[in-house]
């Protein structure tokens, strides 16, 4: 007798409707971090070199970071050319062989540029469209630009090179507008043209450390963060993707904080993929705002990943903490080395939490109690209130003591040149950050304008802002005035 499975079907009664909800079987727990990271549609990679390609590279991963063997200072001449890219080579075709992706890493970058280093933007884009074009599509993610942003969360660029050429034609303090030379948008434009000048699906992305949290330690807003954002934003049509390295650590500003989610997710709100590109973490973090034992926080990271559907990335940066270049911080997965490798309680911990896929498993567990990283509630607002030239609608993702809205300020039958929202919070409500607008207030009536280059919206098109607040902020009516 033949048996046929069907999927199970529950009856659900919405609002006077009837909606047939399918529920497949559980899938079955993978037992590597490939096999369940692919089931849950994301990859998980690690960074190594042709010395540690052992077997376990191959079975636990699907994608693969040159640690170092495609920096300039390995491939790049001082013209731009290609030289040494055996190791390169070494790398690739065994991430072919074992069906991973590989992210190259990296091309316009203030550190280990090697040969290249002091060179004009002519001579990095030579270098951009060599390097695009040796590997091809063999390289599905390259980090275009690495680290273009100053430690100790000022918000500002590195003023070194490659930096060092930028201008700022008008003085505005920013790099965005048409007069001005920035070299990150440069280098981005290049990359672009030589992947459509190709018809290369290769991804362009920009990456950079201690930009994961919406905040840093204590509930400052992280600066740093708020400036990559706002390059993605300006850039979107070069950009593909954003690299959050994730080296978390005991210095305040690369602590691992519960708005880490919120951050991916504004990002990816921008349609960019998120990958978190270097993860490790100190085994004893104690300036953590999370925490926890080390495995825990992996498990936090991994899912405010999982969490978020354009989070589509994971990617250890080493396999044993003694073969890390943190080594006295154990922030690995694995112990042992030379291809002896024994798992860690982190390992056992990602796995279970890959295996959990992209749906929130349990979100009222008592462990996940009030994080903004476990189970958001997503609820549109619209304005109702009538304006002077433009709208604004605010869009919320809410957890149980906080919220991140998004507001949106559409011009209406004329351009705008400057924008002002006025939004009252509940009683008991506070913003804590704010980005791509300049606020006045934290609580009750609260104002939002717009910064420089965000003011001047064309008939119906629109510009985004968002803030971060503690309390709720359901029902909010915006009231947009245009200037
Ligand atoms: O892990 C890399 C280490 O082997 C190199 O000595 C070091 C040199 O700068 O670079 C390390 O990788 C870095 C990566 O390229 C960019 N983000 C920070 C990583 C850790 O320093």
């Known amino acids: ?179 001005d030379t920035d070299v990150i948008r440069d280098s981005f434009i290049r990359a672009k043209q030589v992947v459509q000048a190709g018809g290369l699906t290769t991804k362009l992305c920009i990456n950079d450390y201690d930009v994961e949290g919406l905040t840093v330690q204590g509930g400052t807003q992280n600066r740093k963060a708020n400036a990559l954002y706002d390059i993605v934003r300006n850039y979107r049509q070069y950009i593909d993707c954003v690299g959050f390295q994730a080296h978390f650590n005991d210095n305040p500003n690369s602590i691992i904080t519960n708005d880490l989610q919120a951050n991916i997710q504004r990002f990816a709100d921008l349609g960019v993929e998120v990958h978190i590109t270097e993860l490790d973490i100190d085994d004893d973090l104690s300036n953590n705002d999370i925490g926890a034992g080390q495995a825990e926080n992996y498990r936090k990271v991994v899912r405010a990943c999982l969490n978020v559907a354009k989070c589509t990335g994971i990617t250890v940066w080493g396999i044993s903490d003694s073969e890390s270049w943190r080594s006295s911080e154990r922030g690995l997965l694995f112990t042992g080395s030379n291809g002896n490798y024994q798992k860690k309680a982190a390992y056992t911990a990602v796995l279970d939490e890959l295996n959990k896929g992209r749906v929130p498993i349990n979100p009222t567990s008592p462990n996940t109690p009030s994080s903004p990283s476990v189970s958001p509630t997503v609820s549109p607002t619209v304005s109702p209130t009538p304006s002077t030239g433009c709208t604004a609608t605010v869009s919320l993702d809410s957890w149980t003591g906080g919220f991140v809205a998004t507001v949106t300020v559409t011009a209406g039958t004329a351009p705008i040149n400057g924008w002002n929202v006025l939004l009252t919070l509940p009683s008991g409500s506070t913003v804590t950050n704010s980005w791509n607008a300049t606020r006045g207030g934290n609580s009750g009536a609260v104002q939002f304008s717009n910064l420089s280059y965000n003011g001047r919206v064309n008939t119906g098109q629109s510009t985004q802002f968002g803030f971060q607040g503690t309390g709720t902020a359901t029902g909010l009516t915006p009231v947009c005035t245009a200037s």
């Open 1 to 179: 007798m033949t048996s046929i499975a069907l999927p199970t079907a529950v009856l659900l009664l919405v609002g006077g409707a009837v909606a047939v909800q399918s529920i497949g079987p559980a899938a079955a727990a993978e037992t590597t971090l490939r096999a369940a990271a692919a089931q849950a549609g994301l990859f998980f990679g690690v960074a190594a070199s042709p010395g540690r390609l052992s077997s376990i590279v191959g079975q636990e991963f699907n994608q693969l970071t040159p640690e170092n063997d495609m920096k300039p200072s390995t491939i790049a001449t001082s013209t731009g050319g290609l030289q040494n890219t055996g190791n390169a080579d070494t790398l690739v075709n065994y991430a072919q062989t074992n069906n991973m992706l590989v992210r190259g890493h990296t091309m316009v970058w203030h550190s280990q540029a090697g040969a290249l280093q002091g060179a004009n933007q002519a001579t990095l884009n030579t270098f951009i469209g060599n390097a695009l074009n040796r590997w091809g599509n063999r390289i599905a993610y390259w980090d275009v630009v690495n680290e273009a942003l100053d430690d100790n969360n000022t918000g500002r660029r590195r003023t070194q090179w490659p930096h060092s050429l930028n201008r700022d034609a008008n003085g505005d303090g920013d790099f965005f507008d048409a007069g």
